[in-house]
């Protein structure tokens, strides 16, 4: 089983950016995708999840209208789109994947928003 997670990198503060987590080892279109994020000194934090057929989606007020999540599961694939950045938002990014009790993390990739 695997998640592993790219698209971060350093943006501008109201930058874009793209982060992509690529699922093998286990049937994607079973599981709810989640991102969360993780800030140096504070603790993990959810962002957004979708549905297994994507149908439902869920942001924590803090994303709101800035980031929208997304999946393809014909290619086994979940995304987050992040718009109007803001130094608040740098963090490391873990996708993760769930399915009744079973949890699947990736390792994260790190986004950094400063001028």
């Known amino acids: 089983v695997q998640l592993v997670e790219s698209g971060g990198g350093l943006v501008q503060p109201g930058g874009s950016l793209r982060l992509s987590c690529a699922a093998s080892g286990f049937t994607f279109s079973n599981y709810a995708m989640s991102w969360y994020r993780q800030a140096p000194g504070k603790e993990r934090e959810l962002v957004a999840t979708i549905s297994s057929a994507g149908g439902r989606t869920y942001y924590a007020d803090s994303v709101k209208g800035r980031f929208t999540i997304s999946r393809d599961n014909a290619k086994d694939t979940a995304y987050l789109q992040m718009n109007s950045l803001k130094p608040e938002d740098t963090a490391v990014y873990h996708c993760?994947?769930?399915?009744?009790?079973?949890?699947?993390w990736g390792k994260g990739t790190l986004v950094t928003v400063s001028s």
């Open positions: 993760n994947a769930r399915y009744s009790k079973v949890d699947y």
